[in-house]
């Protein structure tokens, strides 16, 4: 059988039980000092033990003034893990699942030593550090369950708003041609009905060929994304011009010829009320 000795001197061991009933009879050890031995679910006095039984000698009678044994102290990490899994809990809308993972830590390994030694405490708050830590991770996916579709939303209004802002561009473009074409008498320029402008490739071209923009202004405004409405120079103003999905398919973009640009919910009626005429889209 091997024991474990735990004495004024430390631990020691372990020790076959011979062994230890030699240290007890030379008085290296006394019969009240703890011993464990593997299957023992706790430390137990020296003189419990069946192995050591009648040839332990008592306990030397300790002389007049000496100290008395060590207290048992708190571990540390013990404390360390209660007070970090306090603060990841009150600080969980800052991050405080960072503060958690060392707090769960320091609970695990503070629970390991005071299990290893009796003289240690703070068993108790070593655990409610390890709950107050977990707590704390577990704000980790509820944040980014709250934050990632507010995320997501305002990262498309940002795509839809610069989307609005392309057709615009656009649409100062096409206008600009429409007032050279009546100046000019060329019946060439002008929006696409007016200009007889068969397809929006027709519609890119003139806006290339009489330099309003350039190939890289148009790729760079997404024109290939949009579609375009076959509205001639006497349309009214709310006749839809230009429209686009926006990029996570949740609104549509929508020009009309008379300069107004607005974002709608998908499967919103994005025509004006009783429009003189909803013209055909250019392929």
Not at 116 to 136: D, E, F
Not at 215 to 222: K, T
Not at 240 to 265: C, E
Request: glycine share 12%.
């Amino acid at each position: 059988m091997q024991i474990t000795i735990h004495s004024k001197e430390g631990q020691q061991g372990p020790f076959p039980a011979e062994q230890v009933n030699q240290l007890l009879q030379s008085g290296q050890i006394a019969s009240s000092d703890l011993g464990w031995s593997p299957g023992m679910s706790e430390w137990k006095p020296l003189s419990t033990f069946s192995e050591l039984q009648g040839s332990a000698s008592p306990p030397p009678v300790p002389p007049m003034g000496s100290a008395s044994p060590p207290a048992s102290r708190t571990e540390l990490l013990a404390i360390w893990s209660l007070v970090l899994g306090i603060i990841s809990l009150v600080g969980c809308a800052f991050g405080g699942f960072l503060v958690g993972i060392p707090a769960v830590i320091c609970g695990h390994i503070g629970r390991s030593k005071i299990k290893k030694n009796p003289r240690l405490s703070g068993a108790g708050m070593a655990l409610a550090g390890l709950i107050t830590g977990y707590l704390g991770i577990a704000t980790l996916p509820i944040l980014a369950a709250i934050a990632l579709p507010a995320i997501t939303g305002a990262l498309e209004k940002g795509k839809a708003t610069q989307m609005l802002s392309n057709m615009k561009m656009i649409h100062l473009a096409v206008q600009q041609a429409q007032l050279d074409g009546a100046a000019t008498g060329n019946p060439k320029l002008g929006f696409p009905a007016t200009a007889e402008l068969q397809s929006k490739a027709d519609l890119k071209a003139m806006l290339i060929s009489n330099e309003y923009l350039t190939a890289a202004d148009l790729d760079r405004m997404g024109f290939d994304k949009m579609t375009v409405a076959n509205v001639s120079d006497e349309d009214p103003g709310d006749t839809v011009f230009l429209k686009a999905a926006s990029p996570g398919g949740k609104s549509v973009i929508v020009f009309r010829k008379g300069g107004n640009g607005a974002i709608y919910r998908t499967g919103q009626n994005i025509f004006a009320p009783d429009p003189p005429r909803n013209p055909e889209f250019l392929d």
